[in-house]
């Protein structure tokens, strides 16, 4: 079947993005066709469309669908491929996804609950399993931990906000602007640093009696990873999940010795790798979802021919909840 999709021909800015149309084989044994409703723009798809940034975002052969996950309804299994139904709404973690239809891996599909709208799930649920391994598996919160995250009011750090904050955790936020300081402080977040005007390691050291984050989440990587050495306590971890601003790079070990801090480089893929964790990671997402536990604003749903635009948008520091491409 032909499908239009958002492509790349050549590794660049969003406007190496092309509106394409593209011949999909019928599903494989193990796959199943689905139609994309609701499909998230993340930090990953920016990575994907730049090039080689190493490790799971190393460059992946062109021309290339681009995309990272999605929401939508099952609409061909493969021979054999068991998985969900004809009709079922289901969200998945797998590449081009940036299309009207996407060939995905039946074991992948995760079956949606009814409550949870496309939109939610094309906003969050690569986010929220994200935030559910930082914050219940890898470091797991509770009360009493205190855990700063960096880019507070995005959409990432809006998740881990209000749920670090459920599981009983003391949230600190990092943010770009003022505005960004009253969003997060609305999502979880007891106490907020304007990184853009204050020095970040020095206020949380005040804010922590001199002690330090048991965790710190950095999502930006080059401009924050160094100085969140300076504000983690003895023997806390520092999980650099991601690069908003480039890769941390090299970087002096002894520079954790006296401290004894630990650091990881973490990615969903691991996380999510096994299916019943996959299973369970989605279910206490969901469950995190359906309680309103955590509340899912969406910033824009875009057409997917305006996917440059939503990577603008995202890459230029001026969102501060998740976009959705409506094919
Ligand atoms: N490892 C994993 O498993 C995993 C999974 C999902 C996402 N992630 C990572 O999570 C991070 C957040 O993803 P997201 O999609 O939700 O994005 P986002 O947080 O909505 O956007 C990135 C934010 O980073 C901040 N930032 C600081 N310096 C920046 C710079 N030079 N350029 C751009 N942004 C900068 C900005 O907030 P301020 O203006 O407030 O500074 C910006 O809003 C990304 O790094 C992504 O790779 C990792």
Known sequence: MRTTAIRIHRHGGPEAMRLDQVELPDPGPQEALVRNTAIGVNYADIYEREGDHGGPHTAKPLPLTLGHMA????????????????????????GGSYAGHTLVPASRLIPLPDAIPDEVVGGYLLRGLTAEYLLRRLFPVKAGTVALVHAAAGGMGLVLGQ???????????????????????????????????????????????????????????????????????????????????????????????????????????????????????ARALFEALESGLIRTPIADRLPLARAAEAHRLLEGRALTAPVVLVP
Request: glycine letters at 16%.
């Open 71 to 94: 929401a939508g309804v099952v609409e061909a299994p493969g021979e054999g491929a068991g998985g969900p139904p004809v009709g079922t709404r289901v969200g998945y973690i797998g």
């Open 163 to 281: 749920w670090g904050a459920a599981l009983g955790a003391r949230m600190i936020g990092t943010v770009g602007s003022p505005a960004k300081a009253e969003i997060a402080r609305a999502h979880g977040y007891d106490a907020v640093v304007d990184y853009g005007t204050e020095d970040f390691a020095e206020r949380v050291m005040e804010l922590t009696d001199g002690r330090g984050a048991d965790v710190i989440y950095d999502g930006i990587g080059k401009a924050a990873f160094l100085k969140s050495l300076d504000c983690i306590r003895p023997r806390g971890m520092v999980v650099s999940y991601g690069t908003a601003s480039g890769n941390v790079g090299e970087f002096d070990l002894q520079r954790l010795h006296s401290k004894s801090i630990v650091v990881t480089r973490p990615t969903l893929r691991s996380w999510i790798a096994d299916p019943q964790e996959a299973e369970a990671a």
